[in-house]
């Protein structure tokens, strides 16, 4: 089955090359200029994936609204921001509103194909047949890759796919430290540390919302985070 990809930027060249970079390696790609026009599009049909623009015509930060509403309507859609701000503020926003991904406008066309296919890729897991690795119970986590869920006992604990694999990863070997390398090649993802330490910083505030004694993820400083036993 072909994928849907929605592309929502507003300048008219860079949907173009957006376009027909991702067209090429076979995704079906819809492209809206605004949020309201995307979020109008959202509402009747959702994309397998989405790239949002940040800046969007008069909205100055009107990708990050367009991500709060999409999660809303999708917990694990895949969300990629693909924006010419590149400060460490600009990205840690983007990821406290739960996108798998933060990307600027000066990489290739390649590379932003490459990110799509990895997202894709961790996605079309739960297609897989199943293996004794994609249930995880570790005392009241439970995660079911297969079905993308995790569960704080009998809490429903929404993670973004970046976040389900950073948990599996440190969950399937407690006590263990993973180092944010480990955690990035867990998730398929190129990020710098920064950004690996904002991901955890959410999983724990999303566990904490679901139990506010949570205290299950430590860091162990200058090498990683270890899921205890």
């Given at each position: 089955?072909?994928?849907?990809?929605?592309?929502?930027e507003?300048?008219?060249?860079?949907?173009?090359?957006?376009?027909?970079?991702?067209?090429?390696?076979?995704?079906?790609?819809?492209?809206?200029?605004?949020?309201?026009?995307?979020?109008?599009?959202?509402?009747?049909?959702?994309?397998?994936?989405?790239?949002?623009?940040?800046?969007?015509?008069?909205?100055?930060?009107?990708?990050?609204?367009?991500?709060?509403?999409?999660?809303?309507?999708?917990?694990?859609?895949p969300?990629?921001?693909?924006?010419?701000?590149?400060?460490?503020?600009?990205?840690?926003?983007?990821?406290?509103?739960?996108?798998?991904?933060?990307?600027?406008?000066?990489?290739?066309?390649?590379?932003?194909?490459?990110?799509?296919?990895?997202?894709?890729?961790?996605?079309?897991?739960?297609?897989?047949?199943?293996?004794?690795?994609?249930?995880?119970?570790?005392?009241?986590?439970?995660?079911?890759?297969?079905?993308?869920?995790?569960?704080?006992?009998?809490?429903?604990?929404?993670?973004s796919?970046?976040?389900?694999?950073?948990?599996?990863?440190?969950?399937?070997?407690?006590?263990?430290?993973?180092?944010?390398?480990?955690?990035?090649?867990?998730?398929?993802?190129?990020?710098?540390?920064?950004?690996?330490?904002?991901?955890?910083?959410r999983?724990?505030?999303?566990?904490?919302?679901?139990?506010?004694?949570?205290?299950?993820?430590?860091?162990?400083?200058?090498?990683?985070?270890?899921?205890?036993?």
């Amino acid at each position: 089955m072909v994928k849907k990809v929605a592309l929502v930027e507003d300048e008219p060249s860079l949907q173009v090359n957006y376009r027909n970079a991702l067209e090429r390696h076979g995704y079906e790609v819809s492209v809206y200029g605004n949020r309201q026009e995307a979020v109008t599009a959202f509402e009747k049909s959702l994309p397998d994936l989405a790239i949002i623009d940040v800046g969007l015509g008069d909205e100055a930060e009107g990708g990050f609204e367009l991500c709060r509403q999409l999660r809303s309507m999708a917990p694990l859609l895949p969300i990629v921001f693909l924006t010419a701000l590149d400060s460490e503020l600009d990205t840690i926003s983007g990821l406290r509103l739960g996108a798998d991904d933060y990307l600027t406008k000066d990489i290739s066309l390649a590379h932003l194909v490459a990110r799509v296919v990895a997202l894709f890729r961790r996605v079309d897991a739960h297609n897989q047949p199943d293996l004794p690795e994609d249930i995880v119970n570790a005392g009241d986590l439970q995660i079911d890759m297969k079905r993308m869920t995790a569960s704080w006992g009998d809490k429903p604990v929404t993670l973004s796919v970046t976040e389900l694999w950073m948990v599996h990863a440190l969950a399937m070997h407690p006590g263990h430290v993973k180092s944010r390398q480990q955690l990035m090649d867990a998730a398929n993802v190129v990020l710098d540390d920064a950004t690996v330490t904002s991901h955890v910083k959410r999983i724990r505030r999303k566990f904490i919302a679901a139990d506010r004694d949570f205290d299950q993820i430590e860091t162990a400083y200058g090498m990683g985070y270890r899921w205890l036993a």
